[in-house]
């Protein structure tokens, strides 16, 4: 039978695998909380520069639109402005 051992220890045999990549990891690498591997998985899920990307995408949605809104309110302000001139 084939014994597991680990990723980043080769004379380490596994006790788990992770739960992200699948990898046969040590006791040492694997992490209790996450059940995912300390090194390559686990530093990961502890970042959470997904959803501060998307609050920013989000920021930048709502700046643009506000822009936009502004520039229309300005445009319509000119041309009212211009209408009220001419007569
Ligand atoms: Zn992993
Ligand atoms: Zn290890």
Known sequence: MEV???MNHSDEPAVAQCRRCGKPVCEQCHDQETGRCRYRC???SYGSSMPVQQRSTLWTVV???LAILGGL???LITICGAMLFSY
């Open 4 to 6: 597991y051992r680990c």
């Open 63 to 65: 700046v643009s639109l």
């Open 42 to 44: 686990g530093e990961m």
């Open 73 to 75: 309110a300005l445009l």
